[in-house]
């Protein structure tokens, strides 16, 4: 028996099965990831991830399985070339649900398009790696310069925001350092060392743990070292 999904009862009807089935199948990749069965993992976040995208509205959900699938592919699995596959549907659902500024938002865009270069530089795909390195960290600055348009209005800032911005100046250090390497590549000292100098300054205001800001120096430190 077929449903019409323009029928809002039967949408009804047809979400409460979908929401049923993502329960369950959160549940079945939490437990493979306790047993660190990556295999099994991924193959339920596939499985969540064709369900997810039969709801009737998008939301923040589906981007996140989008990209946790990417970085299973990316980081465990070390398949890049699919992982790109999922990073690019991540970013498209993300223009779909983040239509209004946030912190949130920015966030999401900028570790997605940091995640991407990386993966891009990894599989030596130097220039589409420039491309993303770049448009992270626009991102990033077109956040930035929102910031001061609403810092100026004086409108409150939720703890949950100044910790996700925290957060999202670790990521734009880490980006910064990265692209600094994709810089090198090209032969390009100067640049590379003004972007080191960026990684740190963010770095130093960001949630990073003691020890990541101290391996961090000590990296951009050697490559100065090298660059002299």
Partial sequence: MFVRLSDE?????????????????LE??????????????????????????QRKQQDADVFEVAFSIARIYD?????????????????AILEVISTVPSVEGAYMRVTTLGALAVCYENLGQSEDATDYFNDAISAYEEHCDQGSE??????DVSDSDISLLLNLNATAAMIHYHFAGNLLAQERWDEAKNVTKIALDLAENSSMSTEELEELQHCVHELWLELE
Wanted: aromatic share 6%; hydrophobic share 30%.
């Fill in 150 to 155: 609403v810092g100026s209005s004086e409108v």
């Fill in 75 to 91: 980081d465990q699995l070390e398949d890049r070339g699919t992982a790109t596959i999922y990073y690019r549907d991540a970013l």
């Fill in 9 to 25: 009862s039967a949408r009804t009807t047809f979400d409460g099965r979908l929401n049923s089935r993502v329960e369950e199948l």
């Fill in 28 to 53: 079945l990749i939490e437990q493979s990831r306790d047993e660190g069965n990556t295999e099994r993992e991924l193959k339920h976040s596939l499985q969540l991830y064709d369900v997810l995208k």
